[in-house]
Structure formats: C-alpha cells, structure tokens
C-alpha cells in the first residue's frame, strides 16, 4: 500500500495536450483514492484552496469535486464538510483500480513501446465471486445451467476418451467438435463451411486476437462500430490499427458514412445480428452494401455473433458469412454466452485460404484448447443437450427480460424507460433525468449492482444516456431487487 497522502501533497501528472482539466483533475483524484493513496475519510479542503495550490479556475476544481462526488468518491456530511468516502463495494473498487494498477505497472514493468500501447487503455472484466447479481451485463443464465448433465457427460467423456486425446491436440481444434460447429452454425445460422474451415479458439477474444494480428499491419485503417465492442477495439489497436469508429443506427454500420470518410479500411469489425451494445440487427441492405465496400477494396469483414441464438420476436437474418461471394468475412462465434463463462470456448469459421495460416499462428501461441474440454463440449452438441439448452434459455430470458421491463417501468417511470431487447442477454434503459449515464451507473455501483453506461461504449459518436442492464444472469426475484436498488439511485 502506498504511503498516505493529503489533497495538498498529492503529485499530479500534468494534463496531456488539449485535456480539459476538469476531466485531468478528476482523473488524477479518483485514481488517487482508488490507489487509496487518499484514504477513505481524508479530509477534502475547499475548492478555494486547491484552485489556488494547483493554480487552475476554481469552477474546474468545482467541476471535478461535483463529478467525484455523483459518483460516490467523495461524500459530504452536513456541517463537517467533504471527505473521501469510505464505502466503495469491492468489486467497484476491483474493475477500477485493475485499471490504475495496470497503468502504474505499465510504467515500470520495462514493456516495449508496443507492449505498452497494447494493455495501456485496457479494462480487466473482475472475476465473478458471486452469480445473480443484478444487471451483470456479460453473464448468462448460470443458474440454470444443467450442472448435473455436464458432470455426467464430462465423467463419461474422461474415462472413455483414448488415450490419445491425453497427448498432443490438433492446432486448428478436436476435429468432432469442428464438424458439430459446422452443422449447427450451418443449420442455424446460414453459415457455409465445412469442419475444415473451423478453428476452435478460447472464447471469441483470441479469435479477434488472431485476427487482428494475422490479418492487420500496423497503421491500417480499422472500421469499427460506434457504439462498439471494446473487446475487438483492444485487440484491433494492439495489432497496431488504426481505428474509425463509425456510427450505427436502426439499421446497423452506417456503410456510407465509413466510403465517405475511410474508404480504404483495410478491416470492418461488425456484430450484425445484435449489435453491441444498441441491440439493433443490421438490415439486409446494409449487409449487402457492407459486403460490397469489402469486395471493392479487398478489405475483411469480422462478423461477430456471440448471442446470435438468443432472438425473442422473430428469426434472425442469416449470417453476413451466408451472403459473401469474395471470402472476405470471418465468422466469429462464441460459447461462453450460450452456455458458461468460464468454459472459453469458442471458434472462427474462416474463409479456406486463411485455414493453415491461423493453424500455424496457434501453433506458436497456445497450440490448442484443452482437447479434453472440448471433447465434452462436443458430446454436448452431438446428443442434442445444446439445441435443448438454447430452446429453454430463450424461454426463460424472454421471462426475465419482460419482468425486468415491467417491474422498471412501473418503479422508474419518468426517470428510467426500459425496452424490450429483440435479441440477447441484455437491454438498454434510457435516462430521462438529464444526468450523464456514467454518473448514474457510478452511484449505482456504490449501491452494489452492477451495470454500464451507454456512453462507455461509444468512441467518438455520442448517444443518450443510458443504462446496459444484464437481464439473462439474475433470476426474477434478483431483477426485481435490482429495480428496487435502482430506484433509490434515482430517486425515485
Ligand atoms: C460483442 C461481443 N463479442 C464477444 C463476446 C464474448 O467474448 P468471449 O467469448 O471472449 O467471452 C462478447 C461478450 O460480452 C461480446 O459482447
């Protein structure tokens, strides 16, 4: 633990070039009491005092102390004056100070110019301690999660498998589990391949790992959605890309807007059947006008459905993967959405040239996902448990969904609406309380739960303020509690 410090003796990085300083102020100071270098209860002198310490406007320490304290880090008690709050939920504390933690360590650990830009900006996901908690935006249904199948399954799979699958594995996956992805991604999603095209990775993230790195130069031009998936952006910028984030409306990527302004983007990241984080499906014109852009330029297309199957009011359009005639898109899919998190598990359907490419790429990183686990995945799917699991998970998110919309649109009325989300394990619940989303989510966080602001996820186009609420991980008497928390937050 670092050594106590006051306001007054507190050393300040100085703003970077063109920095509003109310934002550096605010910056300097929250890292400062998640670094608990200020403790909790440290006293906060007057603005008056720390303009004139730090020789800045006193409205720009104003500014700052005003964002801290909406958020929670700093509360006031009448008559006593301001301090350091002391009563910040761990896991909070978690997410941001990793964040903070892993800026200071960038700073020392020696990493190369390249290493540095690659984890710098990064936010680490906490490690769930708990399940249920309301409005987890990444976490599905574990609860329901058929726990005693998979053992059994996964017993059997252990003391049947030969002997061979104890040693090396296959760079490109267990070929079983690659045939059992190309007919369901087949059958469900439109997606032309066959088991040779897949490669089994750990979860959706190495995916765009491998692809970003494999398939980008430094200084290429990146399209990206805006709102967007900071998953994919992390990856893409440590690749060396730069990135274009381009704007998304009910019909998904505006293509038009990225020809005008980055016509020769080497790379377009997409989540067409539910868009990260709106919600919205890209609209067959837009996919068709997105496919046609990639095969002028040469340029790839990543299509990424991490939920895809979880669709409550109609059928979702095939894959983009279904319509591409130049083998210019790379299927993205993922399991730990429709069955567990920590299964990491996931896979790329890739256009047959890049096969023996991304194969050797593998070969020099992790080599393979644990083939063990990916044999019990594969008897899983083969013997029908997945589709039977899918089926009865819509059911029940729709469920969950529908009561959390009721329950918020009854308890939050005027402050908070609520939609039905089309597709997957979270919806958006717009503010109509003129607060900035992050505010509300910051308190929201002091309250214990646990949800994200719109405006996180958007890079250069601004949104309303919204919240994300996770619906798919808590049962009804959880979101139902969640909407009563909230509801304080608001002030309702
Ligand atoms: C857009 C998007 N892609 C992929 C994923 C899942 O990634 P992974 O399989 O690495 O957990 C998520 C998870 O939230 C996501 O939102």
Redesign the pocket.
Known sequence: MGKRESFQDLPLTPPKAGEELWRWLYGQLRGAILDRRLRPGTRVPSSRSLAKQYNIARGTVVAAFDHLKSEGYIQTQVGAGAFVATTMPDDSIAVARSHVDLRKRTAHAGLSSRGRASVESVLLLPASHSVGKAFR??EPAIDLFPVNLWSRIAARVLRRAPRSLYGQGDAKGYLPLRKAIAEYVGGARGVHCDADQVIIT???????DLVSRLLLDPGDRVWVEDP??P??VFALKAAGARITPVPVDQEGLEVEWGRRHAPHGKLAYV?PANQ??LGTAMSLERRLSLLNWAAGEGSWIIE?E??AEYRYFARPLAALQSLDRSECVVY?G????MLF?SL?L?FLVLPSRLVDPFAAARSFTDRHPPTLDQAILAEFILEGHFGHHVRRMRQAYAERMSVLADAANRRLSGLLEVGCAASGVRTLGWLKTNERDTEVAGRARLHGLELAALSQFTLRHSQPAALILGFAGCNVDELRRGVDVLATVLGA
């Open positions: 935006p990444w750990s979860g959706a993230q190495q995916a765009l967007g998936y998953g994919a989540t990260f984080p990424d991490y939920d993205v993922t399991f730990t959405k998190n990491r996931g």
